[in-house]
Each structure stands twice: as C-alpha cells, then as structure tokens.
C-alpha cells in the first residue's frame, strides 16, 4: 500500500492506493440457505431477523481475529489469516450446525469467468485471482446467475462441525 497521501499535504483525499493488483471480497453474504443449488444468492443479509446474529469476536493464539455469528441454527466461526512470503489469503471456516439447522451453501468465488485449472485449483475473472480449496465438505458447484459464474460450496448438515478452509492468490 502507498499511505503517502495519509501523510503528504493532510487536507487532500486520504485514502490507501494499492501498489499492485486489487482482489475485491464479495459484498455479498458468504453463506446462505438456498431451497436448492440453482435459488438466487442473496444480495445482504437482514440483520434485524432472527436467522443471522452477529456474536462477537475472539483473538486466537496468535492474535488473528475469528469473528462469530449465528446463521439459521449453525454457529459459524470465520477468521482471514495471510501468509507473509506469499500474496494470499486464507480464509476458514467452521460451521457447527445445531439439530435444527438446515443445509447451507457458501459462495467461495463470483466472476465474469471461472475457470478449473488442472491443479485443482480455479482462475478467477480472467484469472485476475486464484481460488484453492484447501478442506472442504463436498465438491463445489459452478453455476451461472445474472450473467455472473459462481462456485458454490453445499455444506450438509451433521453432527460434527464442518471445517472450510480456501486460498486467494493473486
């Protein structure tokens, strides 16, 4: 990041400007529950329902934020870590669903274009990032939606909790 502009001429516009190449998170809800594979993914989450509550956060042994929250009868726990030497992020994930919780589904990746490399791994938006699945559940779904590809994670509900675990790499 350039944080010149923070400290150079302090009236000016004090934004951060990238030094490389930007990979924009979805704004759309990370999880969701679908009536099957191809319902339309939601675009916000209504946080005066009783089907989403924000629980807080907790630093862990490192001191990484893993944020909590509610959604349909599944407690979720959700932390971003990077790795240094790398230019990635890893996102997890864990669901631990509650006996009567519904199935959900996570939205890994939304683009003009998906592509599944040989390696595993997926090249989104013209490869303008890569997504690696590094645990999960099932096997994603890539589906279409307004013009837009999507890879869909299904996660079944069941006793034990449920770890996702996926890289950005840009």
């Known amino acids: 990041m350039d944080a010149t502009l923070l400290r150079h001429s302090r009236g000016e516009d004090q934004t951060l400007t990238p030094l490389g190449g930007e990979v ?22 209504d946080m005066e329902s009783d089907t989403f509550r924000y629980a807080g956060y907790q630093l862990n042994s490192v001191g990484v934020p893993v944020f909590e929250y509610h959604l349909n009868g599944a407690r979720l726990q959700d932390h971003i870590g990077q790795k240094l030497e790398e230019r990635s992020l890893t996102r997890n994930i864990t669901v631990d669903f509650d006996q009567s919780a519904s199935s959900l589904y996570c939205l890994l990746a939304e683009g003009k274009s998906i592509e599944h490399l040989p390696d595993g791994s ?15 559940p099932a096997s994603p779904i890539e589906r279409q939606q307004n013009g837009q590809t999507q890879l869909l994670l299904p996660i079944a509900t069941q006793a034990d909790p449920t770890n996702i675990s996926y890289t950005i790499t840009w």
């Open 122 to 136: 997926y090249g989104v938006d013209d490869f303008r990032y890569y997504l690696t699945i590094n645990d999960a």
């Open 24 to 45: 924009p998170l979805l704004s759309r809800p990370l999880l969701a529950q679908l009536a099957s594979s191809q319902s339309a993914w939601p675009d916000s989450v």
